[in-house]
């Protein structure tokens, strides 16, 4: 099955670019999503791509996908202090297919 | 929009007693919806899945009698943990699907469960 694995920890001073790295091991995965959780909160869908993508920006935020190396980032840019949470990646087959998620990236935002 | 909801925010129970979580899809019919389950400082593991009018899929290791899942109408999935004990203790999310060929699930707010 599907192993989504990511970073456990990063921390960015504000105003830097924040980079959160993922990888999967299902080339199946045609869907690929990230999503934030703050503290004691659900999750909030935050962008996602096709695997027939290489890139995808929606204002402050970049995924790159290396469909290769099944590697996909997400780029947060002139992060600020309401950055701070935890980014899931996440992966499914299909868009009605379950999401296997990544154990979580905590990301810090140093003021 | 697409809003899921998830009623009570946050339970505490004693030990033996059952405890029911709703999930509400409050704008779209969600065919399918799906019930994670959320460690402390650990990534959501998916518990079943739900399809309106039918029984719940399972994951592999899930206790489905432990676990009960009612999906009785397009807008609203059910989580009961029966005979709750500590272990049961943990961050619930739900997750709601709009029907099939969309693009992804709207999760739920959670429900924190307490069991003492």
């Known amino acids: 099955g599907e192993d989504v694995e990511q970073s456990l920890f990063l921390s960015v001073r504000e105003g830097d670019s924040s980079v959160i790295n993922c990888t999967y091991t299902?080339?199946?995965?045609?869907?690929l999503y990230w999503y934030k959780q703050e503290p004691g909160a659900g999750l909030q869908l935050l962008t996602y791509?096709?695997?027939?993508?290489d890139m995808k920006q929606d204002q402050r935020l970049t995924v790159l996908l290396n469909k290769k190396d099944k590697h996909l980032s997400l780029r947060i840019a002139d992060t600020q202090t309401g950055d701070s949470a935890i980014y899931f990646c996440a992966a499914s087959e299909t868009s009605y297919d379950k999401v296997i998620f990544g154990p979580g990236t905590s990301l810090s935002v140093i003021p | 929009g697409a809003v899921v909801s998830q009623h009570p925010s946050r339970v505490i129970c004693k030990s033996g007693t059952s405890v029911k979580i709703e999930c509400r899809s409050l704008?779209?019919?969600?065919?399918?919806m799906f019930w994670y389950r959320q460690f402390p400082k650990q990534s959501l593991m998916l518990m079943a899945t739900?399809?309106?009018?039918?029984?719940?899929?399972?994951e592999q290791g899930v206790e489905k009698d432990k676990f009960l899942i009612n999906h009785a109408s397009l807008t609203l999935s059910t989580l009961t943990v029966t005979s709750a004990h500590p272990e049961d203790s943990s961050f619930y999310i739900c997750s709601a699907r709009k029907g099939l060929g969309t693009d992804t699930q709207y999760f739920g707010p959670g429900t924190r469960l307490t069991v003492l």
């Open positions: 299902d080339s199946s995965s045609t869907y």
């Open positions: 704008d779209f019919q969600a065919t399918t």
């Open positions: 791509i096709f695997s027939n993508m």
């Open positions: 739900s399809n309106e009018g039918s029984k719940a899929t399972y």
